[in-house]
Nanobody, 121 residues
């Protein structure tokens, strides 16, 4: 089992920044890549970014790659999502996920509970 706990969401004005955190625990969490997904109201959940524990290799969705940065702190077992230049369309519930394989919904084995990010215009 892997447990994922997100934090850091909130309300921010357009152009502002937020940093989300995902604390991972469990016996096998280091076997997984950790990713962020988001789900806006009325829309499907979509991939945002992913990072591997071992090498720190990252991949970001095209929609965020110039504004968001995923990173990790192995000592704290925590993955971060630094979000800059936020837009109202970034408003969504952001989920942390333990990924086994392809960085897609189908590759997720464990989900966090989600944290709400609201960007006001």
């Amino acid at each position: 089992q892997v447990q994922l706990v997100e934090s850091g969401g909130g309300l921010v004005q357009a152009g502002g920044s937020l940093r989300l955190s995902c604390a991972a625990s469990g016996r096998t969490f280091s076997n997984y890549a950790i990713g962020w997904f988001r789900q806006a109201p009325g829309k499907e959940r979509e991939f945002v970014a992913v990072i591997t524990w071992s090498t720190g290799a990252t991949y970001h969705a095209d929609s965020v790659k110039d504004r968001f940065t995923i990173s990790r702190d192995n000592a704290k077992n925590t993955v971060y999502l630094e979000m800059n230049s936020l837009k109202p369309e970034d408003t969504a519930v952001y989920y942390c996920a333990a990924i086994n394989g392809v960085a897609s919904l189908e590759g997720v084995d464990y989900w966090g509970q989600g944290t709400l990010v609201t960007v006001s215009s």
